[in-house]
């Protein structure tokens, strides 16, 4: 009984913190003092700062910037189930559309690219139209980009997604989610985690295979292709101020810390780069585990 009735108040004490959260959102933006922190989990400033400094012993790469902002949301999320002793404390962040880790962003995702596959399988092909754009390009691929932008939208396929992704879930979305999702999934689009190409790659066969009755042969890799993502990578590398030698962990802590230099609440004009360092980093991180 005791222990059902501290589950109950722990449970109110974490609706508290996420009901302050999504009155300060703007655009999944938010930042909570440790001072304001303390007061919604009801106890003194000095308690609430032992816990924090207890709590950053498991977590070395975490820093003290006197709160926690969104980009912090993972170390918020764990440090509410240990100062709560809550279990899937992310799951009521996510429910409440606050804050998207790592999972959820990498199941829409998914969403995405199974949307996208469904959708141009689907359809009628248009084989009279395919034929023309073939034959007026060099590169099939090409000619089925253009077939495909005249038949539906890139916009269609990245708020349909958003959509399900928040219904599916039970997502609210008052407090700036589906503006949140829409810009990630939107500077994830010229990179390779999202490449349009071979989302499609499986449309695309079965259409060459339709129109010209043969399979078609494998594009071979040009060995220069090597070398440009070396340089690639030195750039990224560069970009982020980190040496060659450089772990993926070191590329995480450095997006970090410029995510907060350039966050939105600090710098007002921070919001283009920090779309630049979002997709940079996703093809940063990409490019070294391919190296792996």
Wanted: net charge neutral; with cysteine; proline share 1%.
């Amino acid at each position: 009984m005791v222990a059902r009735q501290e589950s109950k108040r722990s449970i109110q004490l974490l609706s508290d913190v996420i009901f302050e959260l999504q009155n300060q959102s703007n655009s999944l933006h938010w930042f909570l003092s440790y001072d304001r922190l303390a007061e919604l989990l009801e106890i003194r400033k000095e308690e609430c700062l032992r816990k924090i400094y207890q709590f950053k012993s498991t977590k070395p790469q975490m820093s003290l910037n006197g709160g926690f902002n969104d980009v912090d949301g993972d170390d918020l999320i764990d440090f509410l189930s240990y100062a709560l002793d809550l279990d899937d404390v992310s799951s009521y962040f996510l429910r409440s559309g606050i804050f998207f880790g790592e999972r959820p962003l990498y199941e829409l995702r998914e969403s995405y690219k199974s949307l996208v596959q469904r959708t141009v399988e689907n359809h009628k092909l248009d084989k009279e139209l395919l034929l023309l754009l073939a034959t007026a390009t060099i590169d099939f691929d090409d000619a089925v980009d253009s077939y495909l932008m005249d038949k539906f939208e890139i916009s269609f396929f990245v708020d349909r997604a958003i959509r399900n992704f928040l219904n599916s879930r039970d997502i609210q979305s008052e407090f700036g989610a589906e503006e949140f999702l829409r810009d990630y999934l939107m500077a994830l689009l010229p990179t390779k985690i999202l490449n349009f190409r071979d989302i499609t790659k499986e449309f695309r066969d079965r259409t060459y295979y339709e129109i010209f009755g043969r399979v078609r042969a494998e594009k071979k890799k040009k060995k220069k292709l090597k070398t440009k993502t070396n340089l690639e990578l030195e750039e990224l590398l560069t970009f982020f101020d980190l040496s060659h030698d450089a772990k993926e962990i070191d590329v995480k802590k450095r997006f970090k810390e410029l995510l907060k230099k350039y966050h939105p609440d600090i710098n007002k004009k921070g919001e283009e780069m920090t779309k630049k360092i979002i997709i940079k980093y996703n093809r940063l991180i990409l490019l070294m585990n391919k190296q792996d």
